[in-house]
């Protein structure tokens, strides 16, 4: 007979030296555990060949409805949208949401507050976890924050969304970076546009890395110059906005259209801009990212790429519910973005190019 048919939760706890509500903790996820207990339980797993995920399953099929939802920071438009998206979606599903914010806990601005957040909800025993944001969009993750993803993906299923960890076994729901680029920059090449800047993001993140990236490649193939002074890293907010337009202020031959990394970056740059004697859109064009609620009532109203904030938290929801229900969802969801045309942008004359 084969052993592991004869391997029971009192048998781990025997093998393990603990007790055998610590080894359904362990397999469960339903709360903490002493580090040194749970090496000790899964060595016992490991060495008996049970898959910890399966085993958990075996041992209680108990679901509690919640799911831990964790994001950078839910004062920001972008994640707000997308928290109520996947909060609206639950509902509708019968499922609820513990929000938790880690007060933008990543690899370059550590505060420890999404282990904490990770840990405190599966202590309360979620049935997934959906990330948003944050540490799921580094591009060099620290080890031990993906260890501690790929631990817990071994007993729920975590969810990402803008953004993945290629290498933790999560679902992701993401926006197509590259392409929200591409449509920025073919509507201002359309508008007679040929010399577009970037502004706005942090190094390492791979939204803004990727942003940058795409840039260059479709400026490349509409023939049109980079410039590394027209592109600036800065930040993510308003404030950030502002301090990347004076940079560009001081550049002698500006580019005459910018592409925002946000639209917070957009009202902060337009704000600038503005206050130094620049018209928008007459002496300069810009285009945001995201789409947020705030671009209808900036003066002058923005364009935008629409990243589909609330569709990826609807979905990330969507995708949760079918792996509790057994399915195979797909593993990476990729929305498509849309061009949102307002009044921050203007056709160029020949003369005016």
Wanted: aromatic share 6%; proline share 5%; hydrophobic share 40%.
């Amino acid at each position: 007979m084969d052993s592991r048919a004869k391997l029971t939760i009192y048998g781990i706890a025997r093998e393990a030296g603990v007790s055998p509500s610590t080894v359904s903790r362990v397999m469960t996820g339903s709360a903490r555990v002493r580090e040194d207990k749970r090496k000790k339980v899964e060595a016992v797993i490991r060495r008996r060949h049970f898959r910890p995920s399966a085993f958990a399953r075996a041992l209680s099929r108990r679901r509690t409805g919640v799911f831990g939802f964790i994001l950078p920071d839910i004062s920001h438009p972008y994640y707000g949208l997308v928290f109520l998206g996947a909060e609206n979606r639950a509902a509708e599903l019968g499922f609820s949401l513990i929000l938790g914010n880690t007060l933008n806990d990543n690899a370059d601005h550590v505060t420890h507050m999404e282990t904490q957040l990770l840990d405190v909800m599966m202590d309360r025993g979620a049935d997934g976890i959906i990330l948003a944001g944050g540490r799921v969009q580094e591009t060099r993750p620290i080890e031990a924050h993906l260890e501690q993803i790929r631990r817990i993906a071994s007993r729920v299923p975590v969810v990402t969304v803008s953004g993945r960890m290629q290498r933790a076994p999560c679902w992701s729901v993401e926006q197509d970076e590259e392409r929200a680029v591409e449509i920025a920059v073919n509507y201002l090449v359309t508008l007679g546009h040929r010399s577009i800047g970037f502004l706005g993001g942090v190094a390492g993140i791979e939204p803004s890395d990727t942003r940058r990236r795409s840039l260059r490649k479709n400026l490349d193939a509409h023939g049109l110059e980079w410039r590394e002074e027209w592109c600036r890293y800065g930040g993510f907010t308003v404030e950030d906005g502002r301090g990347g337009m004076e940079a560009f202020l001081q550049i002698r031959n500006r580019p005459t259209a910018i592409i925002a990394f946000n639209d917070l970056n957009a009202v902060g740059a337009i704000y600038t801009a503005r206050k130094n004697g620049l018209r928008v859109p007459e002496d300069l064009s810009i285009v945001g990212i995201d789409d947020i609620p705030l671009v209808e009532y900036v003066v002058p109203r923005i364009t935008s790429v629409d990243l589909c904030p609330r569709e990826q938290g609807s979905q990330a929801v969507d995708v949760m519910a079918a792996i509790l229900r057994g399915e195979s969802p797909r593993r990476r969801t990729v929305l498509e973005p849309r061009l949102v045309i307002r009044d921050s942008c203007r056709m160029l004359t020949p003369h005016s190019a």
